[in-house]
Nanobody
Framework: QVQLVESGGGLVQAGGSLRLSCAAS????????MGWYRQAPGKQRELVAR???????NYADSVKGRFTISRDNAKNTVYLQMNSLKPEDTAVYYC???????????????WGQGTQVTVSS
């Protein structure tokens, strides 16, 4: 019904930058919040950043001042600009969207397949 396709992950040296994108497609009536989460080996998945439909944002303390989340509502796409990357940012990054389908009045949470971000020291 809804697909989230992420792109932009890869290998980068410490101090470098990457930009992640996540495009939602399918039977979408509207999208509420969108966000990025990450999961490092042996750790639980954690929030990185979220953005509301109106543009309000919140960030994990560990990424404040380095990462910026944004969205293009016309394209159903959310972005994560990651600057000053550190080795501890290494993780699989997952996109999340809270979506109302064209066939429902209820919002559902969808996840992307994940994209690997590796930061070398």
């Amino acid at each position: 019904q809804v697909q989230l396709v992420e792109s932009g992950g890869g290998l980068v040296q410490a101090g470098g930058s990457l930009r992640l994108s996540c495009a939602a497609s399918g039977s979408i009536f509207s999208i509420n919040g969108m966000g990025w989460y990450r999961q490092a080996p042996g750790k639980q998945r954690e929030l990185v950043a979220r953005i509301s439909s109106g543009g309000s944002t919140n960030y994990a303390d560990s990424v404040k001042g380095r990462f910026t989340i944004s969205r293009d509502n016309a394209k159903n796409t959310v972005y994560l600009q990651m600057n000053s990357l550190k080795p501890e940012d290494t993780a699989v990054y997952y996109c999340n969207a809270v979506v109302r389908l064209t066939t429902s009045t209820v919002f559902f949470s969808y996840w992307g397949q994940g994209t690997q971000v590796t930061v070398s020291s």
